[in-house]
């Protein structure tokens, strides 16, 4: 007999099954494809080539899971992706954006000496409204009616991040405005706006000026891999590879 029975053995499934059966539960995972990890997989499409076949790279699944459940044991491992853009413009013009801020910068003063200072405050924006959304996944959700459990949860955030350098307005904003006007007010340079439009617009049907698309830039950059906050990575073996020491995990 089993305690728990999870329905679907997606990333998100196993993950849970794990921690589940890492407090003691006995847990059965129940999954209607042959293979497990829904659109987290590698598949051998030819002969002797395998390939993530639906989600390529990772980013927000958190580092704290991968502790957690010792996954690295079981063969997990991520490649960061740097640099993480490369456009290229024609006529020998190209910018290259790094995890590093310091390289990006003197990428981008070949556009705007303006935008390479103004990238530095960009980030910094972002980062704190990062900071925000970790405090948020991790914890219980609070009751927006409760004033001591907002208060607490402001105190908790208030230990990562200055409350003055980032409002209440600036968090409505990402959630509720388009990546457009973000853009347009730090940055003049139409090759460095393009090239940070790609994450608010990628995996959607939306444009960099449509409601929404600032918050879908923000959910590019809320995660990390290999400690580097906001950058992105190629799983060792394809997707599949996190799945794998998902299902291979004991506790
Ligand atoms: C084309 C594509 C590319 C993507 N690229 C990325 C990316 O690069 N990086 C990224 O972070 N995210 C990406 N995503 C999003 C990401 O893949 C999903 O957010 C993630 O897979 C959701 O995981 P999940 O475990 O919740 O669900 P799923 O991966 O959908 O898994 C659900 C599982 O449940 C099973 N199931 C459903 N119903 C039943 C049932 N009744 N009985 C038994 N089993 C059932 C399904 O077969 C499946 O295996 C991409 C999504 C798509 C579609």
């Known amino acids: 007999m089993f305690d728990v029975i999870v329905v679907g053995g997606g990333h998100n499934g196993l993950t849970c099954a794990c921690y589940l059966a890492k407090s003691g539960l006995k847990v059965a995972i129940f999954e209607k494809r042959q293979i497990l990890g829904g659109a987290c997989v590698s598949e051998e499409l ?8 639906g989600a390529y790279v990772l980013s927000l699944y958190k ?15 991520v490649y960061t992706k740097d640099p993480s853009l490369f456009l290229p413009f024609g006529k020998n013009k190209y910018l290259f954006i ?18 390479a200072i103004a990238y530095e405050k960009w980030n910094k924006f972002w ?16 009751s927006i009616f409760n004033a001591e ?12 991040i200055n409350l003055n350098d980032f409002s209440i307005e600036d968090f409505q904003r990402v959630i509720l405005s388009d990546a457009k006007s973000l853009l347009d007010e730090y940055f003049e340079s139409d ?3 393009a090239a940070l439009s790609e994450d608010a617009i ?3 049907y939306i444009t960099p000026s449509m409601p929404g698309s600032a918050y879908l830039l923000a959910h590019h950059l809320m995660g990390e891999v290999n400690g580097i906050k906001g950058s992105w990575g190629y799983v060792k073996g394809g997707m599949g590879g ?10």
């Open 46 to 53: 030819w002969p002797s080539y395998k390939l993530s076949t």
């Open 63 to 77: 580092q704290k899971f991968i502790d957690d459940l010792n996954l690295k044991k079981y063969g997990f491992e």
């Open 98 to 115: 790094y995890n590093d801020i310091e390289k990006s910068k003197k990428e981008i003063t070949k556009f705007s000496s303006k935008d």
């Open 127 to 142: 980062s704190n409204f990062v900071e925000i959304v970790n405090v948020l996944s991790l914890r219980q959700p609070i």
């Open 149 to 160: 459990e907002i208060l607490l949860l402001l105190e908790e955030i208030g230990k990562k």
């Open 191 to 193: 090759e460095l706006k």
């Open 202 to 204: 990628i995996g959607s």
């Open 242 to 251: 996190l799945t794998e020491a998902l299902r291979k995990m004991r506790y």
